[in-house]
Structures are given as C-alpha cells and as structure tokens.
C-alpha cells in the first residue's frame, strides 16, 4: 500500500482551513507519536504521547497512530516541524498549530473526501525588499525570499534595507512585520495590515497608505503616519509622527513598558489626536520616558491635565493653542516637564491653581514665542517632597492672574523660579507660603505686576537673587513696594509709569537704574549696595526726610547728561 500526503495548494505561509488539496506519493513519517492516551487530550500532557514523549519546538508531530481531537491549550508556545495527520477520520483539533514552512503541513490519509476542521498558521518568512528605488509591493520579483528573487505572498515579514525606496500598494497587504533598516516610504491607496512596524535607529519611515488592525511601533528610529488610525496602537519604542491632516484615537492607544526604550509621540501642525479623555493625564507608565509633542493646531481639554507618572513625562508645546478649562498639574506622580516653546498653553478656570511639582519634580519652561497664560495662581512646589523649577528666557511670556506661590502646601518643597533675557513674567506677587526652599532668580528678565499695590514679594520668605545679567521690574504704572533684601552681583532696572517703593536695604552690587516715566521711592536711611543711575524724565522720591539724615546711601549717583530728573521731598 502507497501512502500520500496531501497538502494545500495555497501560497506559502498563508493561514487557511484546507480544503483544496494536491497529492504526491510519499513513503515515509517521522515525529513524536500522539497516543491520546492521557484522557484529556491535552498537548501538554505527556500521557498522550508515545513513551510519554512530548514533543519540542522544531519535532515534527504524527497524529496517524490515533484519531487526534487534540487540544492546543495554553502550556503549548512552540512551532514544530513537519505535521503527519492519520488516516481515515479527520482529526478535530481545538486551537492554532505552528509549523515551519507549507511543504512541512501535509495531512495523511488515504482519501479526499471532507473539509479540516482546523487551522495551520505557518511561521512567517522573511522578504527583502527587491524593487529598487520605486515600484509596486506586489509586482513580481520585486521581493528576495531565501536568496532568491520572490513575489510577495501575504502574511510574511517585510524587510527594507534599500536606502530611500518608494513602494506603492497596487493591493491590500497583509504582512506578519514590517523592518526598515534604511529609510523608505510606502503609498498608495490601499490598505496594509501588520502587527509590528520596527524601525532602526536614526532612520525615518513613512506609510501614507492607511493602515488597519492592531499596529506595535518598535525600534529606536522614527515612524512617520500620514493616514487616520483608529484602531489599536502601541508605541513600544523610539517615535511615532503623525502628520498632514492624520488623527490618532488616544482611547486606543498604548505606551511601552520596558524603561530602557524611551517613546515620542509627534502630532504635526495639521494632525489631531481624537477622544482626548477629560481629565487628561499624558503620563509614562512602567518607568518608560516619554514625550508627546504638539507642533500646532487648537486643543481644547475640558477638565484638567495631568503631566507626570512612572518616569519622566515630558510635553513640547510647539505651536498653536492649547485651553485647559481646569486646573494644569505637572509632576503628577512622576516627574514632569511642561516645555512652551510656541504658541500658547491657558489654564482659564480662575482661583485654581497652576501646579509645578504637585507631587513630584517638575519643570515649566517658556521661550521663544511660547506664552503660558493662568487665569488663577501658579505653585510652584505643592505637596510633601516635591519641587518645582518655572524657567522664562529667549521671549517666553507668562501671565498670571493671581500670585507665584513658592512652597504652597508644605515645607517639605522647593521652589525656583529663573527669569532669563527677553522673558516676562506678570503676576501680582511673588511669596513663599510655608517654610521651605524659595527662590527668584534675575537672569536679565522681566517682572511685572499685574495688578493690585502692595508688595511685589514677601519680606523674607522668597530668596530674591540677581546674576550678572541683571533684571527688571516693572510696576506697571501702579504704586508697588520691594519689602525685602534682594542679593547678587548683577543690577536692576526700575521701570513703569508708577511708583516703586524699595523699604529695606539692598546688598545686590549692580546698578539701580531709575527709567524715563518711573517714580523710585527711597528714605528711611535705606542702603543700595551698588550705584544709582538716574534717568531723564525720572523721579527720585526722598521719604520720611529730616534736615541731617541721609535718607538714601548709595555708593554712587549718576543723572543724565541732558534732561532732567525730579527730586521731591517727603513726596511733595
């Protein structure tokens, strides 16, 4: 008696319920040998093998001894060999085998008569890209299978190591994984389904067909996205960018969990993220950095925004609006950076706080263009054991309705605040709330008081410090009062159409310059450290003045050449 084998007239690695069938005369089977002895038919039971020998991944399997009805349970994670299936009935497999190539699936019996009842799902081949610079996925020979020039068969591994190639999808593909170890882009207005996109490091991708099914994003380099993706997306490692027009579900999307890969997410100009979830917490999980980019457009979050989690959350404000109706945390349990560095983020819900380093560390910085706008006030350090960092330089501006609370909950926190050149603060005041780290630095930066009189810092709380690059403030035409030592080696400039008050000694060695329009206000015996510049168009008020007391000591005073100054007596 001959034996055949029968096996699929099917591409290879396709997955299929076999109902179409060749034959070929075959003589020979090998493979560890299914008794179904065990009672359970369970694969993993060693009982239903011959000599309670279970097979490993890479043997080739023989269910021809006994009608199968095997049961592919959880404890079996392998792909064999070769597969031999019995004669006579068909076996009645619950679950999925794997098996090394088409030619290794082939089924004995000694007629053709019924339909299996089970699935094969072969291990996937590799293909390499073979089309040169431009051509079509499915054209023939345009893919390297085995070394050998291959037309694409779905279900396979796409590989791409052709430096800048452009592939057109003429047909929906159905790939296992795609690797781009060189820079390429696909197209086309068909559809591409694969479960892993890698791409190596310092190259870019981009697919600008539509993707569909559950996508994984791995390797250290750059995905680019053109098209709208609803359906599951796990960035797992290096960036994912979304661009034109492109919009992805943020319900239905997933971040790594190994911490030594960092993720980035880009959302271009044009692009938009879909179901933002109200409140929204951008937040790493599993100890993975991550960033998430905004480059444009208007955003609207309708509750509040979390900054923060297991690791170092970061978001880059590049462009465009970004309105939170309610309160904006960063450090929310984790580290947390909020980078302004284009158009501008509002919180616009009044008498809520701003938090930075709510309850970890936590950085806010503005520049260039970037604006922070605050209907409330800004904490900067909140809970126990956090501190917050606010950085303002290069044009960024922030606009606060209410104060700059350093230390807002606890003494346990820390506070800093650098004003660099070309950046502006507005806010009514700065002041240290409960005991702890508070500090204001002048690096050649703006403070102005936004509203109110009174006291533009507390007299002892906040460490008030200016650097060489000195630093203004600005009283905005209103009647302000500097209550406290400021310290440092740089100078400040007084400006605004209104009058500043300076009641207690000063130690910073720079120069106090006296704007055009600007009425400085001194008396009482107060000491500048360094020298006072008047300039045209300026008022030097001596209060509190009696004929025999200095009222003022500086260690120089400078008027201009031309112009004039005021020197008024006891404000008359």
């Given at each position: 008696?001959?034996?055949?084998?029968?096996?699929?007239?099917?591409?290879?690695?396709?997955?299929?319920?076999?109902?179409?069938?060749?034959t070929?005369e075959?003589?020979?089977?090998t493979?560890?040998?299914?008794?179904?002895?065990?009672?359970d038919?369970k694969?993993?039971n060693?009982?239903?093998?011959?000599?309670?020998d279970?097979?490993?991944?890479?043997?080739?399997?023989?269910?021809t001894?006994?009608?199968?009805?095997?049961?592919?349970?959880?404890?079996?994670?392998?792909?064999?060999?070769?597969?031999?299936?019995?004669?006579?009935?068909?076996?009645?497999f619950t679950?999925?085998?794997?098996?090394?190539?088409?030619?290794?699936?082939t089924?004995?019996?000694?007629?053709?008569?019924?339909?299996?009842?089970?699935?094969?799902?072969?291990?996937?081949?590799?293909?390499?890209?073979n089309?040169?610079?431009?051509?079509?996925?499915?054209?023939?020979?345009?893919?390297?299978?085995?070394d050998?020039?291959a037309?694409?068969?779905?279900?396979?591994?796409?590989?791409?190591?052709?430096?800048?190639?452009?592939?057109?999808?003429?047909?929906?593909?159905?790939?296992n994984?795609?690797?781009?170890d060189?820079?390429?882009t696909?197209?086309?207005?068909?559809?591409?389904?694969?479960s892993?996109?890698?791409?190596?490091?310092?190259?870019?991708?981009?697919?600008?067909?539509?993707?569909?099914?559950?996508?994984?994003?791995?390797?250290a380099?750059?995905?680019?996205?053109?098209?709208?993706?609803?359906?599951?997306?796990?960035?797992?490692?290096?960036?994912l960018?979304?661009?034109?027009?492109?919009?992805?579900?943020?319900?239905?999307?997933?971040?790594?969990?190994?911490?030594?890969?960092?993720?980035?997410?880009?959302?271009?100009?044009?692009?938009?993220?879909?179901?933002?979830?109200?409140?929204?917490?951008?937040?790493s999980?599993n100890?993975?950095d991550?960033?998430f980019?905004?480059?444009g457009?208007?955003?609207l979050?309708?509750?509040?925004l979390?900054?923060?989690?297991?690791?170092?959350?970061?978001?880059?404000?590049?462009?465009?609006?970004?309105?939170?109706?309610?309160?904006?945390?960063?450090?929310?349990?984790?580290?947390?950076?909020?980078?302004?560095?284009?158009g501008?983020?509002?919180?616009?819900?009044?008498?809520?706080?701003?938090?930075?380093?709510?309850?970890?560390?936590?950085?806010?910085?503005?520049?260039?263009?970037?604006?922070?706008?605050?209907?409330?006030?800004?904490?900067?350090?909140?809970?126990?054991?956090?501190?917050?960092?606010?950085?303002?330089a290069?044009?960024?501006?922030?606009?606060?309705?209410?104060?700059?609370?350093?230390?807002?909950?606890?003494?346990?926190?820390?506070?800093?605040?650098?004003?660099?050149r070309?950046?502006?603060i507005?806010?009514?005041?700065?002041?240290?709330?409960?005991?702890?780290?508070?500090?204001?630095n002048?690096?050649?930066?703006?403070?102005?008081?936004?509203?109110?009189?009174?006291d533009?810092?507390?007299?002892?709380?906040?460490?008030?410090?200016?650097?060489?690059?000195?630093?203004?403030?600005d009283n905005?035409?209103?009647?302000?009062?500097?209550?406290c030592?400021?310290t440092?080696?740089?100078?400040?400039?007084?400006?605004?159409?209104?009058?500043?008050t300076?009641?207690?000694?000063?130690?910073?060695t720079?120069?106090?310059?006296?704007?055009?329009?600007?009425?400085?206000?001194?008396g009482?015996?107060?000491?500048?450290?360094?020298?006072?510049?008047?300039?045209?168009?300026?008022?030097?008020?001596l209060?509190?003045y009696t004929?025999?007391?200095?009222?003022?000591?500086?260690?120089?005073?400078?008027?201009?050449?031309?112009?004039?100054?005021?020197?008024?007596?006891?404000?008359?």
């Amino acid at each position: 008696t001959v034996n055949r084998k029968f096996y699929p007239a099917i591409a290879p690695t396709q997955s299929s319920s076999y109902d179409t069938f060749v034959t070929e005369e075959w003589t020979e089977r090998t493979g560890k040998k299914w008794t179904g002895l065990g009672g359970d038919n369970k694969m993993s039971n060693a009982a239903n093998w011959a000599n309670n020998d279970m097979p490993e991944a890479g043997d080739d399997i023989d269910f021809t001894i006994a009608v199968p009805n095997a049961e592919i349970d959880a404890n079996i994670d392998a792909t064999f060999g070769k597969v031999w299936l019995g004669a006579g009935d068909l076996p009645a497999f619950t679950g999925t085998l794997s098996a090394t190539a088409v030619n290794d699936l082939t089924r004995m019996q000694t007629y053709d008569t019924a339909t299996a009842d089970f699935t094969f799902t072969l291990a996937a081949q590799d293909f390499a890209w073979n089309g040169g610079a431009a051509a079509n996925w499915s054209d023939v020979n345009v893919w390297m299978n085995a070394d050998a020039a291959a037309t694409w068969a779905d279900n396979n591994n796409a590989i791409f190591n052709t430096a800048n190639a452009t592939v057109t999808l003429n047909d929906n593909v159905t790939a296992n994984s795609l690797a781009f170890d060189a820079p390429a882009t696909i197209g086309g207005a068909a559809t591409l389904t694969a479960s892993s996109v890698s791409v190596a490091s310092d190259v870019t991708a981009v697919i600008s067909a539509p993707t569909v099914g559950a996508l994984e994003k791995t390797g250290a380099g750059a995905l680019t996205l053109t098209e709208n993706r609803t359906d599951v997306t796990t960035l797992t490692e290096g960036t994912l960018a979304l661009v034109g027009t492109a919009s992805l579900d943020w319900t239905q999307l997933a971040f790594g969990t190994d911490p030594a890969k960092p993720v980035t997410l880009e959302v271009g100009p044009d692009a938009t993220i879909a179901n933002i979830p109200n409140p929204w917490k951008v937040q790493s999980a599993n100890g993975v950095d991550t960033v998430f980019c905004k480059q444009g457009g208007d955003w609207l979050v309708r509750d509040q925004l979390y900054l923060g989690g297991g690791a170092t959350a970061s978001f880059q404000h590049n462009g465009g609006n970004l309105t939170v109706w309610g309160f904006l945390s960063v450090g929310e349990g984790g580290t947390g950076l909020l980078d302004i560095c284009g158009g501008t983020v509002k919180s616009t819900r009044s008498g809520t706080y701003t938090l930075i380093g709510n309850n970890r560390a936590a950085t806010v910085v503005v520049s260039n263009s970037g604006s922070l706008v605050v209907s409330g006030s800004v904490a900067v350090g909140n809970q126990p054991g956090s501190s917050g960092t606010l950085v303002v330089a290069d044009g960024g501006t922030v606009s606060v309705g209410g104060s700059l609370i350093f230390c807002n909950r606890n003494a346990s926190t820390s506070g800093r605040v650098d004003l660099g050149r070309g950046g502006v603060i507005a806010a009514v005041n700065a002041y240290r709330k409960n005991a702890g780290s508070a500090t204001f630095n002048f690096d050649g930066g703006t403070f102005k008081k936004s509203s109110g009189t009174g006291d533009i810092f507390d007299a002892s709380g906040v460490d008030v410090v200016v650097s060489a690059n000195g630093g203004t403030i600005d009283n905005n035409g209103l009647a302000i009062t500097i209550p406290c030592t400021i310290t440092g080696v740089g100078g400040l400039t007084l400006s605004g159409a209104g009058t500043t008050t300076v009641s207690a000694d000063q130690s910073y060695t720079g120069t106090t310059t006296v704007s055009n329009g600007t009425t400085l206000s001194v008396g009482g015996g107060v000491t500048l450290a360094g020298p006072l510049a008047l300039e045209a168009g300026s008022t030097l008020n001596l209060v509190s003045y009696t004929h025999g007391v200095t009222p003022v000591v500086a260690s120089a005073l400078a008027l201009p050449e031309s112009g004039t100054v005021a020197l008024t007596l006891n404000g008359g």
